[in-house]
């Protein structure tokens, strides 16, 4: 007999966990990035509409599933379906992405530990070079930060729900927020910024087309954590007298704020560098931006406030991205364990350290991807590209499956579960939900535009990568 579920402590932890999970490299990179690039306020508002009229339903979605089964992703869709064969695919899927998604993603993260740890010790010229990228990545030291990173999540998830992954974001969400607008803060001050600020937030609708509203949908979709089985596994861990509509706003509010002010940080810092730059030449990958292009820009404050004081800044955005990155990994991995507990009735830690060690091997192929194992670096064609271990990974499990999951939860819950089951999981905890334009708003969407807009994501991307 297993233990009694554990849940989370409070509302608030819950809430903190999940914005947790939410703020990732995602809103603090890529959204930026994504924004510069698209039309700035035009961009803003089509992901805004997306966040809260698209991605907040299907959230609410997943985490009802996740409460009224008290279970991961597999064992959710399994009792939920009272037992259907065909819908233990998506429960499946919602096991297999997160896993996969986790090992991209710790590669990265190790990366940002990296450039955390050479800018402490005094390396930040080193870092604005340009070529320290290329040898930092193909360095054997990325396996032992790889190493590191594992045991500090694993240690995390090895605490529990509440003492491990609630501590972890009571402590470190509150932090994030304090480094995020401390350097927003300090940036602000400095000469030009105002200009970054301009160019960010004026509107150009000219931008818009179909591509940047297909990629502002999945961008979306992706910083809310969803189609990942995160909020299922999370909502299992939620209290019944909490509401999941009023919690999942609060989240899905706190992960846009965040993405918001990331370019707030990001933009004044590019023109406090160059009045005169054209923004939509930067690059176009997170990756390329935090490690190639940021260093650059940290490097040059320190006409104002010394080397010294250039790498502190850079040091605190570093270790923002970190904590970001390590709240969202820890939720991640979180899903296999949960499944591995729920559904093989293991023991919580020896189901950390198994998952641990296979998703270490995976990541150790990732990170060797990059040049280190010439048939890792090329492992594959896809569309006449060769495409890297790293790549693939990417490509099947973020950019395709992604939307998949999204689609079939919103079929599930709403044509298989059926809308009244998901209804009354909704009002437990909040009476005032039913009868609600939210309640009314969030039945109509999720049976029938939403999981068309997923449907289309999907076969977008498919299209496009694929062919
Ligand atoms: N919401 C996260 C982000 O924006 O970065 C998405 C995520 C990625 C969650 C990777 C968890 C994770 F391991």
Same mark, same amino acid.
């Given at each position: 007999m297993s233990a009694a579920r554990e849940h989370f402590g409070s509302r608030l932890g819950f809430i903190l966990a999940a914005a947790g999970s939410a703020v990732g490299i /995602?809103?603090?990179?890529?959204?930026? !990035?994504?924004? #510069? &690039?698209?039309? /700035?306020?035009? *961009?803003?508002? !089509?992901?805004?509409?997306?966040?809260?009229? $698209?991605?907040?339903?299907?959230?609410?979605?997943?985490?009802?599933? =996740?409460?009224?089964?008290? &279970?991961?992703? !597999? /064992?959710?869709?399994?009792?939920?379906?009272? /037992?259907?064969?065909?819908?233990?695919?998506?429960?499946? *899927?919602?096991? $297999?992405?997160?896993?996969? $998604?986790?090992?991209?993603?710790?590669?990265? #993260? !190790?990366?940002?530990? =990296?450039?955390? $740890?050479? #800018?402490? #010790?005094?390396n930040l010229d080193l870092l604005a070079g340009g070529d320290y990228f290329g040898q930092f990545i193909n360095s054997p030291i990325v396996f032992l930060y790889l190493v590191l990173m594992m045991l500090i999540i694993n240690g995390i998830l090895a605490l529990g729900v509440k003492d491990g992954i609630e501590r972890a974001a009571k402590t470190l969400m509150p932090m994030l927020f304090v480094m995020l607008l401390g350097l927003v803060i300090f940036v602000l001050t400095q000469e030009n910024a105002m200009l970054g600020v301009k160019y960010y937030l004026i509107p150009d609708f000219s931008k818009l087309n179909a591509e940047v509203v297909n990629n502002a949908m999945a961008q979306a979709f992706f910083s809310l954590s969803l189609g990942m089985g995160i909020m299922i596994t999370y909502g299992s861990y939620m209290k019944k007298r909490d509401s999941i509509a009023g919690s999942a706003k609060v989240v899905a509010l706190t992960d846009t704020m965040v993405a918001f002010t990331a370019g707030l940080l990001i933009l004044p810092t590019i023109f406090h560098f160059n009045p005169q730059i054209d923004p939509t030449e930067l690059s176009d990958s997170s990756a390329g931006m935090i490690f190639l292009f940021l260093p650059k820009i940290f490097l040059a404050l320190q006409d104002n406030v010394g080397y010294v004081g250039a790498s502190a800044f850079a040091a605190v955005f570093f270790f923002l991205v970190l904590v970001a990155a390590v709240t969202s990994l820890v939720s991640i991995i979180e899903v296999p364990v949960a499944t591995l507990c729920d559904e093989r009735g293991m023991e919580r830690k020896k189901a950390i350290y198994s998952i641990g060690a296979i998703q270490l091997v995976l990541a150790v192929a990732c990170a060797m991807s990059f040049g280190m194992a010439g048939w890792l670096t090329e492992f594959m064609q896809v569309a006449g590209e060769n495409k890297s271990f790293f790549d693939l990974v990417e490509l099947i499990f973020y950019s395709t499956i992604l939307p998949l999951n999204g689609l079939l939860v919103c079929l599930f819950v709403i044509y298989k579960w059926k809308r009244a089951n998901f209804d009354r999981e909704l009002q437990e905890g909040d009476s005032g939900f039913a009868g609600s334009l939210s309640q009314k708003y969030v039945n109509f969407s999720l049976g029938t535009f939403i999981p068309l807009i997923l449907l289309l994501v999907f076969i977008n991307t498919v299209a496009e990568k694929y062919f």
């Open positions: /995602g809103n603090l990179v890529a959204f930026p !990035v994504a924004a #510069t &690039k698209s039309g /700035g306020g035009a *961009f803003l508002l !089509v992901y805004a509409l997306f966040v809260f009229l $698209i991605c907040l339903p299907v959230m609410m979605a997943e985490l009802a599933l =996740g409460r009224k089964s008290d &279970k991961d992703p !597999v /064992g959710a869709y399994r009792q939920l379906s009272g /037992g259907s064969h065909l819908w233990r695919i998506p429960g499946w *899927f919602a096991l $297999i992405t997160p896993f996969m $998604i986790a090992v991209f993603y710790l590669v990265v #993260t !190790v990366w940002v530990l =990296g450039y955390l $740890i050479a #800018t402490l #010790t005094g």
